[in-house]
Antibody, heavy 121, light 111 residues
Framework: QVQLVESGGGVVQPGRSLRLSCAASGFTFSNYGFHWVRQAPGKGLEWVGLIWYDGSNKYYADSVKGRFTISRDSSRSTLYLQMNSLRVEDTAVYSC??????????????WGQGTLVTVSS | QSVLTQPPSVSGAPGQRVTISCTGSSSNIGAAYDVHWYQRLPGTAPKLLIYHNTNRPSGVPDRFSGSKSGTSASLTITGLQAEDEADYFCQSYDSSLSGVVFGGGTKLTVL
């Protein structure tokens, strides 16, 4: 069955970096685009960014543009989120999500359970 | 504050019908971008309920339906069941923000 399993979360100081991973299984990874979505404590969902099925295009929310980078490794069926210059406001549960549509007409059929990132001094 | 506005909570008795609204603007729903709906049961990942405004994935009961008009969309649940108690949220695209946007979520309580 389809599985998306995130890892790499933890506590990090402001200004430091962290890399999240999302291991996919149960389907052909290279056929799909993926998004990262986050939810801060007590807040709603916020879109972080997207990478196309072949990695040729990437889009980011303004709040993370220039600091976060999405990449993928099809040989490992793994999605990554490199987060640099982290801020306290980046504290959230980060989830990877499979795109069933075509951006901007994206919609999501499978979500990972998420990994918590806490940015604190 | 979410770009798409939903009521924080709705409730209904078993067998009744409830409607959850999702209000946007001229740069998202009003710009003809599709709306999608998800159900999140406690402790689980969201489940796709409605895509492209009105379509149900296979396996989703026809008690769930979606509609869209102008700058708003709605999710309607008929024949409410106890197992429908969950959080529901909408999702679309916003051309001004150049990104995917979500509603704040609505908690459905089955009385």
């Amino acid at each position: 069955q389809v599985q998306l399993v995130e890892s790499g979360g933890g506590v990090v100081q402001p200004g430091r970096s962290l890399r999240l991973s999302c291991a996919a299984s149960g389907f052909t990874f290279s056929n799909y685009g993926f998004h990262w979505v986050r939810q801060a404590p007590g807040k709603g969902l916020e879109w972080v960014g997207l990478i196309w099925y072949d990695g040729s295009n990437k889009y980011y929310a303004d709040s993370v543009k220039g600091r976060f980078t999405i990449s993928r490794d099809s040989s490992r069926s793994t999605l990554y989120l490199q987060m640099n210059s982290l801020r306290v406001e980046d504290t959230a549960v980060y989830s990877c999500v499979r795109d069933l549509g075509t951006y901007p007409a994206s919609y999501f059929d499978f979500w990972g359970q998420g990994t918590l990132v806490t940015v604190s001094s | 504050q979410s770009v798409l506005t939903q009521p924080p909570s709705v409730s209904g008795a078993p067998g009744q019908r409830v409607t959850i609204s999702c209000t946007g603007s001229s740069s998202n729903i009003g710009a003809a971008y599709d709306v999608h709906w998800y159900q999140r049961l406690p402790g689980t990942a969201p489940k796709l309920l409605i895509y492209h405004n009105t379509n149900r994935p296979s396996g989703v009961p026809d008690r769930f339906s979606g509609s869209k008009s102008g700058t708003s969309a709605s999710l309607t649940i008929t024949g409410l069941q106890a197992e429908d108690e969950a959080d529901y949220f909408c999702q679309s695209y916003d051309s001004s923000l150049s990104g995917v946007v979500f509603g704040g979520g609505t908690k459905l309580t089955v009385l």
